[in-house]
């Protein structure tokens, strides 16, 4: 879980505007997740991509959007459709082998966005 | 999809005492079943997962078991410490399909 970095850690932002959260590994991970945890509460899908290029809608995607232009990075903006931003976000990988998302996923160490 | 229901959402354990915590799935697929630990403001960290062709694995203090038939798993750890404080998650997936995380245990261990 090392090789997967997050930045920034904090994050504050007006109501209204478009924001990126930065997601990097260096662990040569097919796979890229971005979840969001809200306080007490677990983890749920946002966005997921398999390989560069290509990335799939979560279980709650709207208002957000991301990128695979490269196998290290996967980006995710929060824009402003998005009805309650606030939250911690995490971004983890894994490896994918045959084709299919393998089991065990990494965690990034997670940006907290807060909207003002 | 796949629906993962974990219980308790809170529990406290006298330090030395055992934690159990449960969850159900809903999708009898389902075969990879892991288990995560997140502190305070960090990130969650697998700590055990278990394969749906066993029905038990252990690692030192902890340990997972697995009910196929009756769709649920448990987290089992034993002679609990205070750095077993922390917020523990299962989840659930089949081969070819996504993680699917349960609602998360808050445990607190009481010296």
């Known amino acids: 879980d090392g090789g997967i970095t997050q930045s920034p850690k904090y994050l504050f932002r007006k109501e209204g505007q478009n924001v990126t959260l930065s997601c990097e590994q260096n662990?040569?991970?097919?796979?890229m997740y971005w979840y969001r945890q809200d306080p007490g509460q677990g983890l749920r899908l946002i966005y997921y991509s398999q390989i560069v290029n290509d990335f799939q809608k979560g279980d709650i995607a709207e208002g957000y959007s991301v990128s695979r232009e490269k196998k290290e990075s996967f980006p995710l903006t929060v824009t402003s459709a998005q009805k309650n931003p606030t939250a911690f976000y995490l971004c983890?990988?894994?490896?994918?082998?045959?084709?299919?998302?393998?089991?065990?996923?990494?965690f990034g160490p997670g940006t907290r966005l807060t909207v003002l | 999809g796949e629906n993962v229901e974990q219980h308790p959402s809170t529990l406290s354990v006298q330090e030395g005492d055992s934690a159990v915590i449960k969850c159900t799935y809903s999708?009898?697929?389902?075969?990879?079943f892991p288990w995560y630990k997140q502190e305070l403001g960090k990130r969650p960290q697998l700590i055990i997962d278990?394969?749906?062709?066993?029905g038990e694995k252990k690692d030192q203090r902890i340990a997972v078991t697995l009910n196929k038939t009756a769709k649920h798993f448990s987290l089992h750890i034993t002679e609990t410490q205070p750095e077993d404080s922390a917020v523990y998650f299962c989840?659930?997936?089949?081969?070819?399909?996504?993680?699917?995380f349960g609602g998360g245990t808050r445990v607190l261990v009481k010296p």
């Open positions: 989840a659930a997936k089949k081969s070819g399909n996504k993680l699917t």
């Open positions: 983890a990988s894994s490896i994918l082998a045959s084709g299919y998302l393998t089991d065990t996923q990494y």
């Open positions: 999708d009898s697929a389902s075969n990879y």
């Open positions: 662990l040569n991970h097919d796979a």
């Open positions: 278990i394969r749906s062709n066993v």
